[in-house]
């Protein structure tokens, strides 16, 4: 009889201790293919070693804090970001009625509990738990961390929050309040980064629905290649003006 050989031990992370090498974590034949890691803490100086490195927290209640480096990692190269028609036509109209409006972190900790308040098909909980809301706050008092805000008829109607090193862009979560608002805000934050030429937007899973806007997969090593080069470039400032949405929505229309 054929026997499964034991998976490898899961290091464990003192507070303030280093990451493993990526190409350590669990592969495709462990139970849960890109986990690096456990334990440690979430304070601004751990977050922002592990996202310089492609790695990011994800755990559920009960659980320790748990580090991944998925391979493949999903990412959203800007320039090939599909705004589909029915969004585009949405989006030109609310913007001739002066109805939306895109603001960057005009109140972060109202998103990043929005999304937390935010059960995704397939899930009974949520992994943003008051610890990673207490973090990632803290991260965004630190400049590191922005929330883009889909403002409709002058009340917030979904949005995301995401993490900006250097010239690298790790998207988080998003929820909407109204239909398509989360998807007005993915949109509102590509017209910015095609702006300010950061190229990649880190999606970290592989979904149908990234996919069908542009998201591919990159090999971690390529991933993180790209993620050390990105940190050598200056960040860009976090404020969004109208006139990002011109190119964005005029290639689009003639793509259409």
Partial sequence: ????????????????????????????????????AAGGVLDVPTLVAAYSRGIFPWY??????????????????????????????????????GRLEIRFDDDFERVIRACAHTVRQGQTGTWILPAMVEAYVRLHDAGMAHSVETWLDGELAGGLYCINLGSMVFGESMFSRQSNASKMALAALVAFCRAQDLPLIDCQQDTSHLASLGGRLMPREAFCSHVRTALLHPAPAWKFQPVYWQELLLEDGRRA
């Fill in 60 to 97: 559920s209640a009960g659980q320790p804090i748990l580090w991944w480096s998925t391979d493949p990692r999903m990412v959203l190269e800007t320039s090939a970001f599909r705004l589909h028609r029915s969004l585009r036509k949405t989006v030109q109209q609310y913007l001739r009625e």
């Fill in 1 to 36: 009889m054929t026997q499964t050989p034991p998976t490898r031990a899961l290091p464990w992370l003192e507070p303030g201790q280093a990451f493993p090498p990526v190409e350590s974590a669990w592969g495709g034949s462990d139970p849960a293919p890109g986990l690096l």
